[in-house]
């Protein structure tokens, strides 16, 4: 039927205006495709990647123990199986290099009969004696592949060792996110290297998992292995179907999936924008087919089958592009968490939404224009010819008339911007929306800045000092504040404990032991007080976790620590988020008694001179202690701490931002079709303009003016709602990721940046219709229909 | 440049020729068109529908090129400028007056003859008000000036359309039926005003399809089929 040719001709016929709403429509759903694509892969296979590996359901940070006390766990009622390892932190250099890093030596019983947290082979072979394997993006990260060697430093001993292996460990935290190197040995070498080859990790599994049925397992393991006076630092209850990145990812996932879906809507503007163009345009042919026989329903099929065709042709460029897309960044963002990505995947369910989704919305969205445009009468689709009477109403074309004393065609850029008021709204509000998501993606990165910066100060300390075991403050502080650069030191101890909690239950805890007149902790307190000298058994608690236990100021609480029960005054509470907001403030030398070690503590905080060269400092406490026969575990500063965590926002922060970019992508979109609209339905306008002496260069200033206003005016009213969208979404992004809302930060930087880019974007996205507005035959533009 | 043995000739047309290529062939317009017209003219070109009257308008003001042959206007070899050159000659040395007016909407009556102005830049700046306001008293719709088009008759229009084809003082105004929208009174009015406009010097070439106006006129054109086949 010949009228089918004239849908498929409208759309093949001016491929700028198909293309924007190709684009439009496509965009979002790509997005959308993109987002669920993505969410999908990476669940299923982290999910995967999870139980390839057999993870513990228990993990035990323990005092140093043999594989006897491995064995004997294995007999325990409730217990599946059991292994022992070991994990210290070591320094390690390049050979030919002079660079010291801090790095992690996991030790192994046996590489080749692994009962769980499986770590597999990828090249050369499992480390044996005197040499080591390394995780293959510590390989990759540091360029020190099987057949070169490192040095590897423990206390004043240092030892050249071969690397033998490159191993995948899907728990290690990759060096792009902060982790240290890892390498993995033997038993053996481990002694050799520190003369010691004793576990102090024990992992368990049970035979059908279920978080209270391993809570208590654990329990009663904890006490068998008090039993046998093995320390028991703390534990951790793993489920084995879950990735431990799972929690972040889909709070990853849940943003983009929200800000793909606001893409959408805001392809839904540009549809409608778009349509009633389309519709404007067409008045006469429409006026002509009703005189001609056509009815309101058959014109309405006849655009509705157009937009129709729209979305098909957007799916055709959406749906692949989001699968290929969904895998790429999938395959990326898997590789960051070292995790191998497999195969290419389709997701049907994504690609069911898609095809629904870019179906449905572009018919939604020209119901109200193609309805408009079906009851255009003939008589009024034939009586156009001027330039038209559409302005002048409305006390908004009032005011601008009376915008006196502009040059004229500045007054025309202005005015021209507000004729079509729908069209105008709708292209405002896809730009400003943009905007705000711009400035709230990079409000929430300040945020988790000034979070992350909190958190490092909620530390208290420059550097901190771990050491391999309890040493004496009176022994450990002269030496360190000895050392240049060094303004105080203070011995600090770090337990785990038992909380007890109504119901009967137990909460694992970590108590930091801070001699009561210190002058790096700096709680931040929300009730009571901090510790004072002469307090005892004082605690100042973490808001979190006496909000969750209904534990107030002045109660006394019952910690197990070092075997033992003991009662603990809570004299105040304070917002500390670190460590999963598990940290507590208790005095250092109750600590000490109750865990049996007088005045003796693991920890040295260490507050800097000002100016002092942090990593010279680092360097020199290393060889001060290590000379004094203090063993070091680690180094850090409160910096490095810093960049460590910041690095793993930085994941979320990139998609953030190129999610805003597809919303400032569309936006533009939007506001290149309403420029080019505008210029095709002004081409007698600009015509006449041409005839009373109008250049190219005057042609494309107005249009181009208009289009920059048009930016200019969504930036002045994206700034305002900017600001509670970004305290919500700040606090939203705080509770999923950091189980605090953030210390919110308003971008004021992103403000003005905002605004520099959207009058880019709208001058390239004027430019071509303003182009073509200059480049117009005046003959054909004033041509009569 | 002028012709040297024609020193008052504001338009001068040489052997053109206009053809278009359609789907359905080539179509020659204009055929072969030579005529002169002195400063101060009153001309009137007429001649059935299709027959090239508002093409030979659209050479001699250059909003559309000769095929063949040669379009000089107050000068200038018109056929030989870029659009941009066609542009600004046009804005200084010829006032268009349009059927419907084509007055810009979103501008009132005063900026409308005044955007000209701003285009070519012959007059200061602080000049063009005023000048724009002298205008409008000459067409008498002063009283007008700060109106949108759309507040005004079709009358008081096609006045604003001929105030703003004399904003940069054009010596040549072209007119494509100018009446052919207004009733007969109002296109009496109008004629007169144009009557006028030739006493204090214009030279003016109007395409009508109105026999009783096109009498007033000092000289006739008729157009059939492309070429001129009466003068009188």
């Given amino acids: 039927m010949s009228i089918w040719h004239k849908v498929w001709r409208d759309v093949a016929s001016n491929k700028i205006r198909t293309l924007l709403v190709v684009l439009s429509v496509g965009v979002g759903v790509f997005a959308l495709g993109l987002v669920f694509g993505l969410s999908s892969i990476m669940r299923a296979r982290m999910t995967e990647a999870q139980l390839a590996v057999m993870p513990s359901h228990i993990t035990f940070w323990l005092s140093p123990f043999d594989q006897d006390v491995v064995t004997t766990i294995r007999k325990e009622p409730g217990v599946l199986d059991a292994e022992g390892s070991g994990l210290m932190t070591v320094r390690w250099k390049k050979q030919g290099e002079d660079t010291w890093r801090n790095g992690t030596l996991v030790m192994r019983r046996s590489f080749i009969s692994q009962h769980m947290n499986l770590i597999t082979l990828v ?6 004696d005197r040499t080591v394997g390394v995780e293959k993006l510590t390989a990759q990260y540091y360029g020190i592949p099987p057949g070169t060697a490192v040095i590897l430093s423990y206390g004043r001993r240092e030892l050249a060792m071969p690397v033998v292996g490159s191993l995948h460990d899907s728990s290690a935290l990759p060096p792009e996110f902060g982790g240290d190197a890892q390498f993995y040995c033997t038993p053996d070498t481990r002694a050799w290297l520190t003369g010691n080859d004793r576990f102090d990790q024990l992992h368990v599994r049970i035979p059908a998992f279920s978080t209270a049925r391993a809570a208590e397992v654990a329990t009663s393991i904890q006490k068998r292995l008090e039993d046998m006076n093995i320390v028991v630092n703390g534990h951790l209850v793993t489920d084995p179907d879950v990735h431990p990145l799972q929690a972040t990812f889909d709070t990853v996932f849940l943003i983009l999936t929200l800000l793909g879906t606001l893409s959408l809507g805001l392809s839904v503007f540009l549809i409608i924008n778009t349509i009633n163009a389309v519709i404007a345009q067409q008045v006469w042919q429409i006026g002509v087919m009703k005189v001609v026989g056509a009815t309101f329903w058959r014109v309405m099929r006849i655009y509705l089958v157009g937009a129709l065709l729209y979305g098909l042709l957007a799916l055709a460029l959406a749906v692949p592009l989001g699968v290929v897309a969904a895998n790429a960044v999938s395959r990326w963002l898997l590789g960051l968490i070292n995790i191998q990505s497999g195969p290419s995947r389709v997701v049907p369910e994504a690609i069911g939404l898609q095809v629904m989704v870019g179906l449905v919305v572009p018919l939604v969205a020209a119901l109200a224009p193609v309805i408009n445009g079906a009851r255009i009468t003939p008589h009024q689709a034939i009586t156009s010819y001027g330039l038209g009477t559409d302005f002048g109403r409305g006390w908004l074309d009032g005011l601008l008339t009376h915008l006196r004393g502009l040059p004229r065609p500045l007054a025309l850029s202005i005015r021209n911007a507000f004729r079509r008021k729908i069209r105008i709204f709708l292209t405002l509000v896809t730009l400003l929306l943009g905007g705000v998501l711009f400035i709230v993606v990079m409000s929430i990165g300040e945020s988790l800045s000034g979070t992350i910066n909190t958190l490092v100060h909620d530390l208290g300390m420059d550097v901190i000092v771990g050491l391999q075991r309890p040493y004496r403050n009176t022994i450990v502080t002269p030496i360190a504040e000895g050392v240049p650069g060094v303004a105080r030191a203070e011995v600090w101890d770090r337990e785990a404990g038992l909380l ?8 694992q805890i970590y108590l930091w032991g801070v001699p009561t007149d210190s002058v790096m902790m700096t709680p931040r307190l929300t009730e009571g007080r901090a510790l004072l000298p002469g307090d005892s058994p004082a605690i100042v608690l973490n808001k979190k976790i006496a909000t969750d236990a209904g534990i107030h100021v002045g109660q006394t609480v019952t910690i197990t620590v070092g075997g033992r029960d003991v009662g603990w005054t809570v004299v105040g509470l304070m917002l500390n988020v670190n460590n999963d907001q598990l940290d507590n403030y208790v005095p250092f030398n109750t600590l000490s008694r109750a865990v049996g070690w007088s005045n003796q503590g693991s920890v040295v905080a260490i507050r800097l001179d000002r100016g002092a060269n942090t990593q010279a400092v680092m360097l020199d406490l290393r060889t001060a202690l290590s000379s004094r026969n203090i063993e070091v575990a680690f180094v850090d500063s409160a910096n490095d701490l810093r960049l460590r965590a910041q690095s793993q926002f930085d994941v979320l922060m990139s998609l953030l931002l190129a999610m805003s970019f597809l919303a400032a992508l569309v936006g533009s979109f939007g506001l290149a079709g309403t420029m080019s609209i505008s210029v095709v339905e002004r081409s007698r306008e600009i015509g006449v303009m041409r005839a009373i002496g109008a250049t190219s260069g005057a042609i494309v200033r107005i249009v181009a003016t208009e289009g920059m206003l048009l930016a200019f005016l969504s930036w002045l009213v994206a700034v305002p709602l900017s600001l509670p969208a970004a305290q919500r979404f700040s606090t939203m992004v705080g509770y999923q990721l950091l189980k605090v809302p953030l210390d919110f930060h308003y971008s004021l930087s992103a403000v003005g940046m905002w605004l520099v880019i959207v009058l880019f974007l709208s001058a390239i996205a004027s430019l071509l219709p303003a182009q073509r507005a200059s480049r117009m035959s005046v003959r054909e533009a004033l041509a009569y229909e | 440049m002028m012709n040297s043995t024609a020193d008052t000739t504001l338009i001068e047309l040489r052997h053109v020729f206009k053809a278009y290529e359609t789907a359905a062939g080539r179509a020659t317009i204009l055929k072969d068109i030579s005529l002169r017209v002195q400063a101060g003219e009153f001309v009137s070109v ?10 030979l308008l659209n050479m001699i003001t250059g909003i559309d090129q000769p095929t063949s042959g040669e379009v000089i206007v107050c000068g200038e070899r018109v056929h030989r400028l870029n659009q941009d050159q066609l542009a600004r000659w046009r804005g200084r040395r010829v006032g268009v007056i349009f059927q419907f007016f084509q007055l810009l909407p979103s501008l009132t009556i005063l900026e409308n003859v005044m955007l000209p102005m701003d285009f070519c830049s012959v007059y200061r700046g602080s000049e063009r008000s005023k000048r724009a306001a002298r205008l409008l008293e000459l067409v008498g719709i002063a009283n007008h000036a700060n109106k949108l088009p759309g507040a005004l008759s079709g009358g008081e229009q096609q006045r604003a359309a001929i105030a703003r084809a004399l904003a940069n003082d054009p010596p040549l105004l072209v ?3 100018p009446t052919g929208n207004l009733d007969t009174a109002t296109a009496r009015e109008i004629f007169a005003l144009f009557e006028r406009l030739v006493a204090e010097g214009k030279t003016l070439l ?22 001129i086949v009466a003068e009188q």
């Fill in chain 1, 123 to 128: 090249s050369g072979e499992w480390p044996r």
């Fill in chain 2, 206 to 227: 109007i395409v009508t399809h109105d026999r009783d106006l096109s009498a007033r006129t000092q000289r006739i054109i008729r157009l059939v089929d492309g070429c």
């Fill in chain 2, 46 to 55: 007429t001649g059935p529908s299709g027959s090239g009257k508002s093409t």
């Fill in chain 1, 500 to 507: 007890a909690v109504p119901g009967g239950q137990k909460k």
């Fill in chain 2, 175 to 177: 007119a494509d039926e």
